[in-house]
């Protein structure tokens, strides 16, 4: 909301600086985003215009010549509302104005001498938008006619506007004049309410016309006054100047009173051509099926039967509270106005604009559900203003259709130890009845506290606790004394997921993994590329995503990771190894899907950066094996690796991870990426290796496992260890694995490494060189070299019977 | 005085001359310890070169003794700084044997790291955690009975327009979300928990708000909640204040101001001072009595606040990193910086 300065002068002296008003209205709630000073604009002047033909070539714009004062200008226009004799705001060559043309709000353009259509330009009659004082683009600013043409435009339309962003709490503060009481509550000055007295000169109003409200659900009051021989014309300088500083186009004097009044009290008003109304009768229903309506843009609007509508007998005359109809509109001829200001039903006041797409300044109030005794104040206010400036004679008393009357809460009890419940201090009570009167509230004070009227403007008063923060942000949130939370802290509560999901993610980026994060959405096609199984849960689809790149929810942190893989190799030439954990939602049909905490990591790209000592090998399965080993020997986890085929991975390169000692739950997959998955990502590495841990598996196998290694701290011998190792020959088929469980099966190994590997020269086709060291020991007894090689002997007959195994020579 | 003074004078002082380049041409063809040795004696010793020539100064008349003995003494500072530098330099490359390359790189372990926005998450919640707040962590796809109704934003209601919200597409159900906030985890604590509560609650939500420098539709939040009897405004203040000197430095100005958000009563903004500029780190106020009555609390008897915050905003202050988009991108030249 944009509130001039000298606007608000009206109703409260301001002594202060307005950077110190300022903040002080931003301390109470008001924030200030901007204090601008609006209108000033060099070579922009008043012109006179002189002239006005058509566009040889161009239907919709005219020619226009523009007495500037120091000179004559011809130039080319689109506004339809150019006319001869008009004052309006010229810009000559040079100027800087708002683009009214870019999505990017404060852009400017600097005029240039331009050809339109084949006819130079020499400058340019200027919009309330292209000037910067307002919103509206629909026509040229229309200067009062008695602005002397030559004159900086900043001298007719400078002023000082306080930008404020307000809260939608309070709709009191789209009026002037509550800001001008909120200023009046922080500074003490009185506040000078707007005069809404009147004479009536005219017929009893009930003789002219007659309300009718069918459906008081939506129309909580609806007031009305008819003026009768009006002269329409346009508004004085000092209401066209008030619109035009809150970047409202002036358009006649009836319509400028009623969006004058809007934005002095924050009630919304329309004015109908009495003649136009059928029986000067007027129906306040919902929409009928299929009915439609021209609104005052000109547009037809096919409405529901959740609209609320004004009509007459005959048809609808207006959107009621949104938009007036095109039928019923005031024009220069019309001489008796019925003048409108009702209170309707927010929420479907609100449903109307959005489904119509019609954000209105009325809407922008109504929505926010105002109270009903706000429509009286604004019709008097209104009323009077008529009377005043476009003459006429006012029917005597007003129309008052109130439905509702009574059903609106009219107090709250506020006890003063509420005030020190919620704040933790306790004010004098003097403190809090002048804030609050200067506030506006109506107090009546006993022993315990206050019977507090709520006033018309303030919807957004209903408890107790709406009174304390009144109080507060009055008094200033900086004058509340700092207290150091007391009594008593809750009871701990395990939380074993997010200690496990830490404790990961401690353990991948000690092990020099980076941890990323990436977006919980992605597209069908996106996810597919990693060839989920068939049976994974279905997805979570969403109705209005952001982009269409973020459809649906993700079921794997699969897709995430390669992309990001592939993205930071075609930029970054040095070891690429990424984790993330996070969760994937996986829709079983019924409630809320789970959200399910996986842990998934990758590698590519060389192993380690380039050193002079280290070699340059690149990362491959056994990189990912070992992030998980490393995160399974901090959990103190005992799984093993097995062969598994998930198509996200290449065939006999790829891993289940179980743990034998949990039912042989398998907590996760550890492989190479399969070539045909990998080549959807248009990476730039040879391979990557990737592990995925079910978070939810593993918590499950360490909560239930009873073998688990407990953490228990085991003495160890103190005997010495003595170790031997055998070079062994096996077919290639033969792994690892097998070796070391053969020689593990006896008690006194305590250990069995795998620490090379060799097949080529000197090695039989088909088979290879394994070299294993055993490290031998017993837990009571040293124990000799022939007791060893009794034992050693006795694995390699084992390892011959059961793999083949002989000692290489 | 004899006649000849001049010329011996002329003759010394030549002497000083000669004698700085011969000695600097010696010193720079000493290769080894023995080398240097002889010639400091040569030049520097007690019976050498430089020694005599000071005591040959007797004979001169006191104006040139003073004169060339002040360059003779100067002579030696210099001749005795170029011999430490000789020396050293003929140390240092000398290498002892089985000396190494000590600038060579070492085996440095590959350093992995968080990333920025669990880093300060957890340095949040930790703030936290030490005034006896737990952490706990709720769903992302949500009611719209946790994420709006009970926390007083019903719907159709313009304070709904604080929250642009995605909707997930069900054919069964349409009250289904993306979780805007973590507030929801409000509603859901104390319905599930009796007073006194005090938890954070980290987590990811999500808004439909178009993308830029500064906004993303998906982001991190971090909530707190605090209810019990007899909790108030000024605790909020002195807790909100707590934690901002943690995070922001004791010497930071913290500014409390009114504002409004639906499931609070009194709202606030807690700013902070960055620059000369207030800049908004976290709304927060008073548990609203409906939020309190909605999740089962009698309002008349407990009091509560609540906050929230941004850790990508706080991280993209006080690293300042200018683009919010970075977060959620990965690139390694950005996640390494952290």
């Known amino acids: 909301m944009k509130v001039p300065v000298s606007w608000l002068r009206e109703y409260v002296d301001i002594e202060m600086n307005l950077d110190d008003l300022a903040h002080r209205l931003t301390m109470a709630g008001n924030e200030v985003e901007d204090i601008e000073r609006t209108g000033w604009i060099d070579n922009v002047v008043v012109g006179h215009v002189k002239s006005v033909a058509m566009h040889p070539d161009a239907e919709r714009l005219r020619l226009v010549t523009v007495d500037y004062g120091s000179g004559v200008a011809e130039v080319v226009c689109g506004a339809p509302n150019v006319a001869v004799g008009q004052k309006i705001a010229y810009a000559s060559i040079g100027a800087v104005l708002q683009d009214a043309y870019s999505t990017e709000p404060g852009a400017t353009k600097k005029l240039k001498r331009s050809k339109i259509r084949g006819i130079e330009s020499e400058g340019m009659v200027c919009s309330v938008r292209e000037l910067g004082i307002g919103d509206d683009h629909d026509g040229i600013l229309v200067l009062d006619d008695g602005a002397k043409v030559g004159t900086p435009i900043g001298e007719i339309l400078g002023e000082s506007v306080v930008d404020i962003e307000l809260t939608p709490n309070r709709p009191d503060c789209l009026g002037v004049v509550g800001v001008a009481r909120d200023i009046s509550a922080i500074t003490g000055n009185p506040l000078r309410q707007p005069d809404v007295e009147f004479e009536s000169t005219g017929p009893d109003v009930n003789t002219l016309a007659t309300v009718v409200i069918a459906d008081p659900d939506l129309c909580l009051r609806y007031t009305a006054s008819v003026i009768q021989d009006v002269k329409v014309g346009p508004s004085p300088k000092w209401l066209k100047d008030r619109l035009i500083a809150i970047g409202e186009r002036p358009i006649n004097n009836i319509v400028d009173i009623t969006n004058f009044v809007m934005f002095e009290l924050g009630q919304p008003l329309h004015a109908f051509d009495y003649d136009k109304v059928v029986d000067h009768k007027i129906i306040v229903r919902r929409a009928t099926e299929d009915e439609k309506l021209v609104t005052l843009d000109g547009k037809e609007r096919k409405l529901d039967t959740e609209m609320l509508v004004i009509a007459d007998p005959e048809k609808s005359i207006g959107l009621a509270g949104v938009m007036g109809g095109a039928n019923s509109e005031i024009s220069n001829s019309s001489t008796t106005v019925i003048l409108e200001s009702a209170t309707f039903h927010g929420v479907n006041n609100r449903r109307t604009a959005r489904t119509l797409d019609l954000a209105s300044q009325a809407t922008l109030r109504f929505e926010k559900s105002l109270r009903t005794g706000l429509s009286e104040v604004g019709l008097r206010r209104a009323t009077k203003l008529i009377c005043e400036i476009a003459g006429g004679n006012v029917a005597s008393g007003i129309i008052d259709e109130y439905p509702s009357k009574g059903q609106e809460q009219a107090k709250v009890r506020l006890e003063r130890d509420r005030i020190v419940r919620v704040l933790g201090v306790e004010f004098e009570k003097n403190v809090t009845e002048t804030t609050l009167r200067n506030l506006g509230f109506d107090l009546n004070a006993d022993s315990g506290g206050w019977d507090v009227d709520i006033p018309y403007w303030r919807p957004d008063i209903s408890i107790p606790e709406d009174l304390v923060e009144e109080l507060a942000r009055i008094v200033g949130y900086d004058n509340i004394p700092t207290t150091t939370l007391a009594g008593r802290p809750p009871q701990w509560q395990p939380q074993p997921e997010i200690d496990l999901r830490m404790r990961i993610t401690d353990v991948l980026a000690q092990a020099g993994m980076h941890e990323m994060i990436s977006y919980a959405a992605t597209t069908v096609e996106g996810e597919d590329r990693v060839k989920l199984p068939s049976d994974t849960a279905a997805r979570i689809t969403l109705r209005n995503p952001i982009t269409t790149d973020y459809a649906v929810m993700r079921r794997t942190l699969r897709e995430g990771i390669l992309e990001t893989v592939a993205r930071n190799s075609r930029t970054w030439r040095g070891p690429i190894a990424l984790f993330e954990t996070g969760r994937v939602f996986l829709d079983y049909g019924e409630g809320l899907p789970e959200e399910r905490q996986m842990a998934s990591g990758a590698f590519a790209g060389p192993r380690n950066a380039l050193h002079w000592d280290v070699p340059t090998v690149a990362t491959d399965f056994y990189d990912a094996k070992g992030a998980v080993e490393a995160v399974l020997e901090n959990l103190s986890i005992e799984a093993v690796f097995e062969p598994v085929e998930d198509m996200t991975f290449a065939p006999g390169r790829t891993a289940a991870i179980k743990v034998p000692s949990a039912n042989h739950a398998v907590i996760g997959v550890v492989g190479e990426v399969a070539s045909d998955v990998f080549s959807k990502f248009d990476a730039e590495v040879e391979s990557v290796a990737m592990f995925e841990l079910d978070l939810a598996a593993v918590l499950n196998v360490l909560q239930n496992s009873e073998s688990l290694d407990s953490g228990k701290f085991e003495e160890f011998t103190r005997l010495p260890a003595s170790h031997r190792d055998l070079s062994l020959i096996v077919d290639t088929g033969v792994t690892a694995g097998q070796i070391v469980a053969i020689a593990k099966r006896n008690r006194i190994v305590s250990s069995a490494t795998v620490f090379d590997l060799f097949d080529g020269k000197g090695i039989p086709e088909g088979k290879k060189a394994v070299a294993v060291r055993l490290v031998y020991q017993s837990p009571n007894k040293t124990l000799t070299a022939d007791q060893i090689g009794k034992i050693e002997k006795q694995i390699l007959n084992q390892l011959s019977k059961e793999v083949g195994a002989e000692l290489r020579a | ?338």
């Open chain 2, 1 to 338: 005085m004899p006649k000849d003074q001049g010329v011996q004078a002329t003759h010394v002082g030549e002497s000083v001359v000669d004698m700085k380049f011969a000695a600097i041409a010696d010193l720079d063809s000493a290769e080894s310890d023995d080398q240097l040795e002889s010639w400091r004696v040569r030049f520097l010793g007690r019976k050498g070169r430089l020694t005599s020539l000071l005591r040959g100064l007797g004979s001169l008349d006191i104006d040139e003794r003073k004169v060339i003995g002040a360059e003779a003494n100067k002579l030696r500072g210099e001749l005795e700084s170029l011999y430490e530098e000789r020396t050293s330099k003929l140390k240092s490359t000398r290498a002892p044997v089985g000396s190494i390359d000590i600038t060579l790189p070492g085996r440095k372990p590959a350093l992995g790291g968080l990333h920025p926005s669990t880093q300060m998450i957890r340095e949040i919640t930790q703030a936290f955690n030490e005034m006896g707040f737990q952490t706990i962590e709720g769903p992302e796809v949500e009611l719209e009975k946790y994420n709006f109704d009970m926390l007083n934003i019903p719907a159709n209601h313009p304070a709904r327009d604080q929250w642009d919200t995605i909707w997930v597409d069900s054919d069964t159900h349409n009250d289904v979300l993306l979780r805007t906030h973590t507030s929801p985890m409000q509603a859901r604590t104390m319905e599930q928990n009796d007073p006194p509560i005090r938890v954070i609650v980290p987590g990811k939500c999500y808004r439909y708000e178009s993308t830029d420098a500064t906004h993303e539709w998906h982001f991190n939040q971090v909530e707190g909640l605090a209810v019990d009897d007899g909790i108030t405004f000024a605790d909020l203040k002195g807790t909100l204040y707590e934690f901002a000197r943690r995070i922001f430095g004791p010497q930071r100005k913290v500014r409390f101001r009114c504002d409004f958000f639906p499931f609070v009563e009194p709202g606030v903004d807690m700013s902070i001072d960055w620059n000369g500029s207030w800049i908004e780190i976290l709304g927060a106020g008073m548990v609203h009595p409906k939020v309190l009555e909605n999740a089962g609390y009698d309002s008349t008897k407990y009091t509560g606040f609540a906050f929230g915050m941004g850790p990508e905003r706080i991280s993209m202050l006080r690293n300042e990193i200018t683009d919010i988009r970075h977060f959620f991108s990965n690139d390694l030249r950005f996640l390494t910086q952290f």
